[in-house]
């Protein structure tokens, strides 16, 4: 079965520090998807990137990069120059292939908190 | 374009209650999907529907139930409420038809169970 662990519960960092938030993820599926989602304390969980097995081309978008590596079935997540406004728990999230759909496992989340 | 709307966004219930919730996806979504968070087991899938059909299934009793209207408006079903039913139970919407994709979160509806 699939799982998603982020190991870090809680981070905490001054503004414009560089932060690095870790997933490992467990599938047998040759074929899956990887995600992560910012939730703000409003609730409503805020798509952030989706990369599929096959891609392992890592990504910038602005202050966002994302590391993949399937040798150790990690995708993290960089948050260069911290902002307070970027405080929320982020969520990194798997599905497979198999079966279709859109079920998504979710990791326990990650509460980063950016203080001035 | 207006996003995933869930209705009501608060509601307090006591034990052995039932409750409907409601999601209204973005304009063309025809997958809808539902999770249930928690403290203590964080996000969990409850299921997901397509044209009507559940798609898929988590691992929830039957007392938790769905449907999807032609409109591919989703009400999710909880009968018989228990204490650990208290959550944040968020909908999603997505445009893909096979496979993966991004999915839109709406705000969620907060259960208390009394």
């Known amino acids: 079965a699939q799982k998603v662990t982020q190991a870090q519960t809680e981070i905490s960092v001054v503004e414009k520090e560089d932060v690095t938030l870790d997933c490992v993820y467990e599938?047998?599926?040759?074929?899956?998807?990887l995600f992560w989602y910012k939730q703000p304390p409003s609730g409503e969980l805020v798509f952030l990137i989706r990369r599929n097995s096959f891609d392992e081309q890592n990504e910038i978008s602005g202050r966002y990069s994302w590391n993949f590596q399937k040798s150790t079935s990690s995708f993290n997540f960089t948050i260069t120059a911290s902002q307070v406004v970027d405080s929320a728990v982020y969520f990194c999230a798997l599905s497979e292939a198999t079966g279709g759909g859109n079920k998504l496992t979710f990791g326990t989340g990650t509460q980063l908190k950016v203080e001035l | 374009k207006a996003g995933v709307t869930q209705t009501p966004r608060y509601l307090i219930k006591t034990r052995g209650q039932q409750v409907t919730l409601s999601c209204s996806p973005i304009?063309?979504?025809?997958?809808v999907s539902w999770y249930q968070q928690t403290p203590g087991q964080g996000l969990q899938f409850l299921f997901e529907y397509f044209s009507e059909t559940q798609r898929n299934k988590g691992n929830f009793p039957g007392r938790f139930s769905g449907r999807q209207f032609s409109n591919s408006r989703s009400e999710m079903n909880v009968s018989t409420l228990e204490l650990g039913d208290s959550a944040l139970y968020l909908c999603?919407?997505?445009?893909?038809?096979?496979?993966?994709?991004?999915?839109?979160f709406g705000e969620g509806s907060r259960l208390t169970v009394l």
């Open positions: 999603a919407s997505s445009l893909a038809v096979i496979g993966t994709g991004e999915l839109f």
């Open positions: 599938t047998r599926d040759t074929t899956y998807y």
């Open positions: 304009s063309g979504h025809r997958s």
